[in-house]
Each structure stands twice: as structure tokens, then as C-alpha cells.
């Protein structure tokens, strides 16, 4: 066990999400109060996004705003929560009983970008004023926040709307609700902290930023025993490279939530049968290249579909090449860069622009430039791109007989992963929030236990040697909803 989930056993700490502790420097945009000049705009859109399609009766208006915004490349990316009121509804061409006035707390994100909004995610639930703390209740004909944000806590981890209705959801967030934190619990993490500021080289600017980031890090890792203690998987989740970034900051920087904006429409591929021999690596076949870095920067839908290409050139050609992910970021004028994209799009600007160039000859910088490819330089070309079955066991067989495939996850959980075979419960990695790109390369079983192994760009100082390792055979966290590849000669 890891030194800092002995500590949290033997301080008896009840599984709970400790409040996410308020950034000094920023306390004001914590506060609850009308929305800003900067947050008018985008908090007024969401809004209209809400209420469009309701009847003029039932439509809700706009109370208090917080949030924050991350700005990318030539956009704004801002994070919202608004609390909106509904009318009472005593119209009885509108409702059917009179009800009293309802107020619902919702966690926007809106995207804007050259002055054009986007509605990213809306989740919204009423508020529960018999719960102290927790302002929430049942779903408001939406999918649940299941957290708050800034005074709040650990946000974005939505209920959704599933299939199998045996499944319990209230154990399961009454473990990550808040709970008080111990004060005396950062003093004896201090040298725990001492050795992840050591060990991946961090500097803060001041006393103050330093004492922040200690705060982060000892809520992150009282809310990685939480995802320790309700994965299913072998998994192991604690210290990495990412513990000392709020959740906000991880989502935002390194996550791509364009990932569920419907995307391009691929043919659908031909089928290889189901029959897929018990275990595949194509990394022992050489068809894979060495694991990348993303930066900072939410890249990570070029390089899930550079992957896949790479290793479609190498059964193709026989020759593995390692394929520019800077190229797409500067020419592929339909995704955003480093603010996401869609594999699908992806798949499109290398066609049109005749190919991709090597990472060598158009290096990767982690922000956007202007496009400098030249199409004598390019070295692999495709001729399509399909989309996959949603079967596990058919694109296990489509994998082992055709290659690397790129897919889409949910990335619950995956700021903290450390080693082995990551299950979630389902209602916190719903398939329906995938928010990172990733490659598939091979599959296989540890003590009986199957999974995907899955190549992820985040360097090789994350996770397993830079994989991850993800439960197959049940669609944790959405892998199967979201697979392509491309098509070569």
C-alpha cells in the first residue's frame, strides 16, 4: 500500500471528497454573485441553450455565476455554475398541477471562439435544501453533476442515463460527497508533498502558490483513496505527475470535451469475423512507436489517430514512421488544436492535405502555429477512414488482423492511475462523457482479469511506462463508443 493511503487508514478517514480548497489569488471568482463582464456572455448563452424548445412559461431565468476561464489558441474555454430559476408553473396549458418555484444548479462549459459560442456540457440538477452542504437532488430532466466546483469540490463526474436500471447510484456518491478534512492531515502529508515537488521538479511562484498547491494536493489525494476504493479493477491510483493540479485545471489543460460533439460520419468497416486469438500486442509486432507527450496542451486527438496511422503505414508498408502530431494542429482547420478536436475530422485534413509529414521534418511545439506543411515532405498518405464496431470481441478481432485502433474514453480517475487493470463503476466513468483520445494497441488478461492495453500520450513518467491498462469486455468508460481507423493502400 502507498505510504499516504497508510496514513489516511490510520487516520480513520471515512471515504468522502474533501472540499476542493479556494486558490487565494482567485477567491473572488469563487464568490456567488451576478455574473461578471466576462462571464455575461457565455452564462447568457448557456442560458438561451437551456430554455430553447421550452414554453414560454416554463422558462428559467438567471440567478448567481461563477466560474472560471482558460484561454487557448484564438479561444475561451469558460467553466460555469449557475444557479437558474424556474418559474411556478400555474399555466394549465403549459402543466398539468401547479408547482412551486424551483431553483436548479448547473455546471456549464461554453466554448467561444472568434465570438461564436459552443455549448460543451450542460449539467443540471434541483437544489436539495434537505441535504446541508450538498445543494442537490434528483436530475432535473438532465444528466447530474454529481459534485460541485470551486467551494464545492470535485466536479464533471456526471450520473448518466443508463441502460441497466439494477444499478445502485446512491452508495456510490454518498461515498464522494463532502467531508471535512482533518487539519492535521496536511502537516503529516507535508514530506509526501516534499517528495512530488522533488521528484517532478516544481517550482511555484510564491510561499503562497506553494502552501495552494500543498492544499490541492492533499484534497487529490483523499480523492484518489475514494477512486481506489470503489474500482473494481486491479488498479492502483496515488501520487503522479498531475497531483498537485485541481480538477478543473487537469480537465481543461490536458482533456478534450469536443470529444462529445457528434463528429464527422465514417463508412462503417467491414467485419473480420469475432474469432480474435486470446492475447495481441502489436508494440512486440513493431508496430508501434515510442510513447509521446502531449504537453500541455489537449492534443490528444492528434495523436490517438497519428498512432493509428502509424501503425496502418507499418502493416501496409512495413516501415514504422513516427508521424507529425504538429502538422494536424497547424493545418487541420476543423479541430481546435489545443482546445480538441475529433478523430474523424483528423482523418479528413490528412486526406485533403496530401499526407502527413514525420515528426522529424515538422516537429511537435504543444501550441498552435501557423501551418508549415509541404507536401514533398510528406511520407505516409490515407485514402479513408471507418468507424469500428461497438462489439468488444469484434474489434479485438478487428485489432489483431488490421491493427492499432484510436478510441475514446472517459478518463475518470486517470490523474491518479499508477498500475494495472483500471474498472470504474460505471455511474462515474459514464461512456457518455468520454473526454480523452487514446490508442489502442493489444489486449490480453492478467490473472484472469482482461484488458485493453492502451497507449496514452501524457510521457512515460505516467502510468504504466505511459499505458494504460483498462477492464475489456464490459465498454469501461466508453472504449468501445468511439473507434475508427484510418484505411490505406
Known sequence: MAPWLQLLSLLGLLPGAAAAPAQPRAASAQAWVPPSPELRAPALFALEMFNRGRAAGTRVVLGAVRGRVHRVGQGSLYSLEATLMEPPCNDPTVCQLPVSKKTLLCSFEVLDELGKHVLLRKDCGLVDTKVP???????????KSAFTQGSGTISSLSQP???NRNETFSPVFSLLNEDPLPQDLAVKMASIFRNFVITYNRTYESKEEAQWRLSVFVHNMVRAQKIQALDRGTAQYGVTKFSDLTEEEFRTTYLNPLLREPGKKMKQAKSVGDLAPPEWDWRSKGAVTKVKDQGMCGSCWAFSVTGNVEGQWFLNQGTLLSLSEQELLDCDKIDKACMGGLPS??????????????????????????????????KVYINDSVELSQNEQKLAAWLAK????????????????????????????????????????????????????????????????????????????????????????
Open 402 to 489: 488490421r491493427g492499432p485502433i484510436s478510441v475514446a474514453i472517459n478518463a475518470f480517475g486517470m490523474q491518479f492511475y499508477r498500475h494495472g487493470i483500471s474498472r470504474p463503476l460505471r455511474p462515474l466513468c459514464s461512456p457518455w462523457l468520454i473526454d480523452h483520445a487514446v490508442l489502442l494497441v493489444g489486449y490480453g488478461n492478467r490473472s484472469d482479469v482482461p484488458f485493453w492495453a492502451i497507449k496514452n500520450s501524457w510521457g512515460t513518467d505516467w502510468g504504466e511506462k505511459g499505458y494504460y491498462y483498462l477492464h475489456r469486455g464490459s465498454g469501461a468508460c466508453g472504449v468501445n463508443t468511439m473507434a475508427s481507423s484510418a484505411v490505406g493502400d
Open 133 to 143: 452542504g450538498a445543494e442537490r437532488a434528483q436530475a432535473a430532466g438532465e444528466p
Open 345 to 378: 475530422s483528423a482523418y479528413s485534413a490528412i486526406k485533403n492535405l496530401g499526407g502527413l509529414e514525420t515528426e522529424d521534418d515538422y516537429s511537435y511545439r504543444g501550441h498552435m502555429q501557423a501551418c508549415n506543411f509541404s507536401p514533398e515532405k510528406a
Open 161 to 163: 442515463r443508463l441502460d
